[in-house]
């Protein structure tokens, strides 16, 4: 009678757990989304006999070195491999997943290249984690036809070179991490297509070219960080492109504050939102004050033609669209262009080794600050932001301060597995129930 009593709740945890068939040793299988957990367990290669109807699949911190066609089921919702050894990525691997949201390949760090149709056709994938990969480059159109692709973590790599419209199909982008890479200039369609973007992050790069167009369909963009690069200058003209801004982080670059600021000088005075120091590194009477708060009087012999000298005369005119395409984009060979040639925000240098700054302190609690911002995580899930309407709300407190960026995907995914590991922890307190009842 008692025992009786009890199947309904037995069945429940036996369909809940699908154990005894179709699980792969050592990893934990259960329902609603259908799931197999084979984490942490040294696999070497992706385990045999995960269910065909899996949805989601986690498989990080293993040892797995190789991805082959057939080692996932094309229904696969969610996929995580991050933290093992992948090296080689077999074409066709994700052939026809259409089903596929999230793929964390992250810190894979010997995976160093990628095959150009690997993501082909993953016409849901709404995030997709690079970031430390030990990629040097990338194929120009790996991203090619990723329409639904909102997040895109590419931080700590060693790029240094994007080609020109690798993420032109990229509408619905709204974050995308390039930090910790090697990258050195921005051209002129380095970011064409992003009209959805709100979060680049180019900081810790070496970044001492930046093509005056290279800014221009982010409309949208509300936070730009580009500190600890190699900017000498950076004209006004680059950020006027961005009619949405509201953080813009410029510390720890190697500033010149001749005639060479004043654009950038009259565009901080211009602008509402809110900006790190810009300390000055030459010339020699200005090392260490902060261009922002630099007056007028700071800038003697300074003619207003050369404040001007980078606006090609298109400073009166409104549509700062009008001369595009009258000079030839230097990228368009899809390599490295070298700077010279063509219209810039920024001046070539000889390299100089970055000493020690002023503001370091400073700097790295901003990054902190903004590492430890998982607010607007816990509430709501990491998909619900970035809405069309969502950036006119927000520019209205303009000059509030907040933290802008969430946490790597680290953060996240812990937030997921405890979830996880609740719901493994519910079924098997089900189990202990039984078998007390028992
Ligand atoms: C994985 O391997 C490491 C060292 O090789 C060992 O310490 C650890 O216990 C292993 N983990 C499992 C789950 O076998
Ligand atoms: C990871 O892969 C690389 C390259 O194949 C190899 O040299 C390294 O020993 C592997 N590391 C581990 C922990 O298996
Ligand atoms: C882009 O994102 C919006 C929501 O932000 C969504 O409605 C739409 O389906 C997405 N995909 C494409 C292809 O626009
Ligand atoms: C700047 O970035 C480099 C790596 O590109 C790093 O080694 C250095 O510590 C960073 N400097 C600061 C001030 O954060
Ligand atoms: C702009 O430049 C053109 C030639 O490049 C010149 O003919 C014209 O006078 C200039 N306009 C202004 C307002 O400086
Ligand atoms: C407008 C402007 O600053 N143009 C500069 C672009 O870079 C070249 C060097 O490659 C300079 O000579 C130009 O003055």
Redesign the pocket.
């Known amino acids: 009678m008692f025992e009786r009593a009890h199947m309904p709740l037995f069945l429940l945890v036996l369909c809940g757990l699908d154990f005894s068939w179709s699980c792969p040793l050592n990893c934990i299988c259960y329902t609603t989304p259908s799931t197999v957990s084979c984490q942490a367990h040294n696999f070497s290669t992706v385990p045999d006999g995960i269910p065909p109807d899996s949805e989601r699949i986690f498989l990080q911190n293993n040892k797995i070195h190789l991805l082959r066609p057939h080692d996932f089921n094309p229904n696969t919702v969610t996929l995580w491999i991050y933290s093992n050894n992948i090296t080689r990525i077999e074409p066709k691997t994700f052939h026809g997943f259409t089903q596929l949201e999230e793929l964390d390949l992250g810190d894979n760090r010997h995976l160093r290249s990628l095959d150009k149709d690997t993501f082909h056709g993953l016409i849901r994938l709404n995030a997709l984690h690079l970031y430390h990969c030990g990629l040097s480059s990338l194929p120009s159109n790996i991203f090619r036809g990723l329409r639904n692709l909102q997040y895109l973590y590419l931080q700590d790599n060693h790029l240094k070179f994007l080609p020109d419209d690798m993420f032109s199909d990229l509408h619905n982008l709204s974050h995308l991490f390039l930090h910790g890479n090697h990258l050195w200039s921005l051209n002129q369609n380095t970011f064409r297509g992003l009209r959805a973007l709100d979060r680049l992050l180019l900081h810790q790069n070496q970044i001492e070219w930046v093509d005056?167009l290279a800014f221009h369909d982010l409309k949208r963009l509300t936070t730009l960080y580009l500190f600890n690069n190699s900017l000498i200058q950076l004209?006004g003209q680059c950020l006027d492109m961005l009619p949405g801004l509201e953080y813009l982080r410029l510390n720890d670059n190697p500033w010149s504050c001749d005639c060479k600021a004043v654009s950038l000088w009259e565009w901080l005075k211009r602008f509402r939102g809110s900006t790190s120091t810009v300390g000055c590194q030459a010339p020699s009477n200005m090392i260490g004050k902060d261009l922002k708060e630099l007056r007028k009087e700071d800038f003697p012999n300074c003619s207003p033609s050369e404040s001007r000298?980078?606006?090609?005369n298109m400073s009166g005119t409104v549509n700062p669209f009008m001369n595009r395409g009258v000079v030839g984009s230097p990228g368009n060979n899809g390599h490295s262009p070298r700077?010279?040639?063509?219209?810039?925000?920024?001046?070539?240098r000889i390299r100089v080794s970055k000493g020690k700054e002023d503001n370091e302190v400073h700097h790295s609690k901003e990054v902190m600050a903004d590492k430890d911002d998982s607010s607007d995580m816990t509430e709501g899930g990491k998909h619900d932001h970035t809405l069309p309407d969502g950036t006119v709300t927000r520019r209205k407190q303009k000059c509030t301060l907040r933290t802008t960026v969430r946490p790597p995907s680290g953060v996240l995914q812990a937030n997921n597995r405890a979830t996880l590991t609740q719901s493994i922890l519910y079924v098997y307190s089900m189990i202990l129930d039984y078998l007390v009842i028992r």
């Open positions: 005056r004209s000298a980078q606006t090609n700077p010279g040639r063509t219209r810039n925000c920024t001046k070539p």
